[in-house]
């Protein structure tokens, strides 16, 4: 095999641009893909049930953090032709992105696509902001080098969902938690 001068772990965006770049200044690169294709997560599947017509999903890549008119990838995207818009999370308003249930449409893949009412999607995104604290919260002091019988990441996580009153717990939570 050829010597080359810089090793690259990955064939998704951030690894491809790195090649070229190191290319333009005249290092050689190997880069090293785990899937069968490159791109890393940007990739397009055809997604449907019994009831839809498979259409394409963009899985991945679908989103840029703190995108704005002068971000490179707007910009690339505008002189390839590819429509792009900014969500109202990238302008540091009340949303937090494509994530975000105010701004976000969420469907129920088991139920034909049916459209899954925000406030379903709301309790479920706090119940996870309030585990995930919760965790972090049951995990202080704990120091799994030393302690064999430190809970697991997966113990903490079962731990953090019956025991929400740490956080105050949602209304259906805070109910669950003292029955």
Known sequence: MAEVDALIIGAGLAGLTAARVLNAFGASTLILEARARPGGRASTVQLGSAELEPQPVEEGC????????????????ARLGVPSATAAGDLGCQYSGWESAEVAEWRDPDRGGEEIPVEEVLDAA????????????????????????????????????????????TERGAEASHS
């Open 62 to 77: 679908n989103y840029l953090h703190g995108c704005s008119e002068e971000h490179p990838l707007f910009l690339l995207a």
């Open 126 to 169: 706090l119940l996870l902001q309030q585990v995930t604290y919760g965790v972090a919260f049951l995990a202080q002091g704990l120091d799994a080098a030393k302690d064999e019988a430190a809970p697991s990441l997966e113990e903490l996580f079962e731990q953090a969902l019956k025991e929400r009153s740490w956080s105050g717990g």
